[in-house]
């Protein structure tokens, strides 16, 4: 199985679980996320080039597509979308913590989308470990 | 033993939790939310890893740079951490963004309750709308 068959079954979850917080009407901030994105591509662009350049990781070339950015499998990059979409999709997905003192005035207005007794986000949970 | 990558990788983590404590991105916004989605994108990102391990995709080079415990076949106990800065870095930057947009979105209410300058929103986890 080549590496992007690999990457295709990890995407496919993360759509799923970016599927349920939409579905459930929680879904991220999409451009707040893509923001996150390219600073997130950004710095993986530096760090993975570092990680291999330095030999901490190494792949078999018969498993790689051969599309590099730099000496970085264009493959790796899979793991940076995959983080920025699954992770924040979940956060969402996850009911709020109950108010406190510190975060009354904050939270009255947000009750509409992240307060866990609001009945129609309810189905929202348990559905993130796919 | 070369500790110099689990040095570099501790020291970012470092960063994020100061970055999270000063600007109550992740944990500091909501620890039980942070830790289920930090402890759920580990587990989603290390499997990830040991298939691509056992798919003979990729594997853990040699170097001087890392301790050389693995916690499993060529998973070096650096990938926990280089995984738990990438949760980490994903959902700062995430928070981050979702800030300045709720700023610029709520302009007018916070310009009549604050001066400008001294806008500064309520505690919010990622990605909540002010």
């Known amino acids: ?130 | 033993m070369g500790l110099i990558y689990l040095a570099a990788l501790l020291v970012a983590l470092t960063g994020m939790v100061m970055l999270d404590r000063r600007f109550t991105l992740f944990f500091w916004a909501d620890a039980r939310r942070a830790a289920i989605v930090m402890i759920a994108g580990l587990a989603f990102f290390v499997t990830w890893d040991l298939l691509g391990i056992g798919l003979g995709i990729f594997f853990r080079g040699e170097t001087a740079f890392m301790t050389g415990l693995q916690i499993a076949p060529e998973l070096p106990v650096e990938e926990l951490f280089f995984l738990a800065l990438l949760v980490y870095v994903t959902m700062n930057l995430y928070a981050a963004a979702s800030r300045i947009r709720s700023l610029s979105t709520s302009k007018r209410t916070l310009r009549q309750a604050q001066g400008p300058g001294e806008a500064q929103g309520p505690r919010q986890g990622p990605g909540e709308r002010a």
């Open chain 1, 1 to 130: 199985m080549t590496y992007w068959s690999l990457n295709a079954f990890f995407l496919a979850a993360v759509a799923l679980v970016a599927l349920a917080a939409v579905l459930s009407r929680r879904a991220p901030r999409w451009k707040a996320l893509a923001v996150a994105a390219v600073a997130l591509l950004a710095t993986t662009a530096v760090f993975d080039n570092v990680m291999i350049g330095i030999g901490l990781v190494d792949y078999n070339p018969d498993l790689i597509s051969g599309a590099f950015v730099g000496v970085a499998p264009l493959e790796d990059f899979a793991y940076a979308i995959a983080a920025v979409v699954l992770l924040p999709a979940l956060w969402h997905l996850l009911p709020a913590r109950r108010s406190t003192a510190s975060t009354a005035s904050g939270r009255a207005d947000t009750s509409s989308r992240a307060d866990p007794s609001t009945p129609s986000t309810s189905s929202g949970t348990g559905t993130d470990n796919a």
